[in-house]
C-alpha cells in the first residue's frame, strides 16, 4: 500500500480524499488543511462521507511531509498562489514523494514549461527522488486522452474540438463565478479569466500536448472571446441574482493553428442562465458536459457527463480529474523518478474496485 497524503480539502480535495480511500493500493495516512476550524476534523467528515476514516485534518506541514509519505494529491489553489503552490510541491517532491496535482498549468505540456517553473521540479526531483505529474481540473483527460484517443478511430482527422459546457449557476464557487468568471459583471468590465494571455497561459499547454501527440507543427496559439449580456433579470437557487444587461455567458477558444487554421481548439462556452446564448452549444442534460468533436472522415463526436455529490456536475466534473490523477499514482510509484505528463502516463482500468460500493476499504 502506497502511503497517500492530501494537500487541501475544497471541491477538489473532497474527491480526492474519496479516490484515495476508495483505491486499493494507496492508503490515506494525511489530509493538509489551510482552515484552523478544519484541523482535527476526521478526513471523512472534511470529504462528505459517512463514516470516519480515523485521519484527522492537520494545519502542520512539516509533520506531515517529514512522514515521509509516498505520495501527495495537492489539491490546494494555485491559481491565484502560483508561487506558493510550485514551493510546496517542489518540498513534497524533493522529500521521495510522488506528486500529482492539477496546480501548475505550465506543466500540463512539461516540455515546453518555462524554465522558472520547470528547473525548480527537476532539481527536486535529482535531489529527493520524487516525480510530478500534473492534470488538468477542467478536467485535463477531456484534453489530452480522450481527443487523442478517439482521434485514432478516424482516417483522417481535420480538426479536433474540445469544448466544456457549463451552466455556472451550480458552481459552488461563487466569487470566481462572479469576479473571476465574470458572471453578474457589466459587460465592459473584462473579466480576468479571459484577459489576453490568461486563457493560452491555464489551456495553452493542453493545445502544445495534442499537437506534440498528433505530430502537427503549431505556427501560434490564438485566443478568442465572446461575451453576451443578460436579457433579463434572473435569480438562481444557490448565488442569487443576475442583473439584466450584465454578463450572463461567455464563450471563448485556445486555438492551436496549422499551417493558417485552427486545428486543434480548446474551447469553454459558460452561462449563468439557460436564457442566455441559447444558440450556442448546450449540455444534453441542460447543465453541463464536456465534449469532443472530430471533424474528418467520420466525423466523430463524443459527449461526457459525470455527477457526483448528490448529482451535482461540477462535482462530478472535479470527481473525474481527480479520478485520473490518484489512478496514475501506483503506475508513477513504479516508474523511475521524473517529471511526466498525460503522454507519459497511462490512463488504467479501475483494476480492483468493479463491484465495490464505493468508499468500503
Not at 109 to 135: K, M, N, T, W, Y
Request: net charge negative; hydrophobic share 45%.
Amino acid at each position: 500500500m502506497i502511503s497517500t497524503v492530501v494537500w487541501g480539502t475544497g471541491n477538489v480535495g473532497r474527491a480526492a480524499i474519496r479516490a484515495v480511500d476508495a483505491h486499493p493500493e494507496l492508503t490515506l495516512t494525511g489530509v493538509l488543511v489551510h482552515e484552523p476550524a478544519k484541523a482535527g476534523q476526521d478526513a471523512g467528515t472534511l470529504a462528505g462521507l459517512d463514516r470516519a476514516l480515523g485521519v484527522a485534518a492537520t494545519t502542520d506541514i512539516d509533520a506531515v511531509l517529514n512522514s515521509r509519505p509516498g505520495a501527495v494529491v495537492y489539491a490546494a489553489s494555485g491559481d491565484t498562489r502560483p508561487d506558493a503552490a510550485l514551493a510546496d510541491i517542489v518540498r513534497a517532491i524533493s522529500g521521495g514523494a510522488v506528486v500529482v496535482t492539477p496546480a501548475l498549468y505550465a506543466l500540463y505540456d512539461q516540455r515546453g514549461a518555462p524554465p522558472e517553473i520547470r528547473e525548480p521540479v527537476l532539481a527536486a526531483i535529482d535531489a529527493g527522488g520524487g516525480s510530478l505529474f500534473v492534470s488538468g481540473i477542467d478536467p485535463g483527460w477531456g484534453n489530452d486522452v480522450l481527443p487523442l484517443l478517439i482521434s485514432g478511430l478516424g482516417s483522417v482527422v481535420e480538426a479536433v474540438r474540445c469544448q466544456e459546457i457549463f451552466d455556472y449557476s451550480t458552481y459552488d464557487q461563487p466569487d470566481s463565478v462572479r469576479y473571476l468568471v465574470g458572471m453578474g459583471q457589466p459587460m465592459d468590465a473584462l473579466p480576468p479569466m479571459v484577459a489576453p494571455g490568461i486563457p493560452t497561459m491555464v489551456w495553452g499547454g493542453q493545445v502544445r500536448l495534442m499537437a506534440r501527440a498528433l505530430g502537427a507543427e503549431l505556427d501560434e496559439v490564438r485566443e478568442t472571446v465572446h461575451r453576451q449580456p443578460l436579457h433579463t433579470t434572473v435569480d438562481t437557487a444557490s448565488m442569487g441574482r443576475f442583473e439584466a444587461g450584465t454578463q450572463g455567458a461567455m464563450r471563448f477558444e485556445v486555438q492551436g493553428i496549422v499551417a493558417g487554421q485552427p486545428r486543434i481548439v480548446v474551447e469553454h462556452i459558460t452561462r449563468i442562465h439557460p436564457s442566455c446564448a441559447p444558440e450556442w452549444p448546450t449540455a444534453p442534460n441542460g447543465v453541463g458536459a464536456h465534449r469532443v468533436i472530430i471533424e474528418g472522415r467520420p466525423r466523430i463526436e463524443v459527449t461526457v457527463e459525470a455527477t457526483d455529490e448528490g448529482g451535482n456536475y461540477a462535482a462530478g466534473g472535479n470527481a473525474t480529474a481527480v479520478g485520473r490523477l490518484v489512478g496514475a499514482i501506483s503506475w508513477l510509484a513504479d516508474a523511475a523518478p521524473g517529471l511526466y505528463d498525460a503522454l507519459d502516463v497511462p490512463l488504467r482500468p479501475a483494476a480492483g474496485r468493479l463491484g465495490r460500493n464505493g468508499y468500503e476499504s
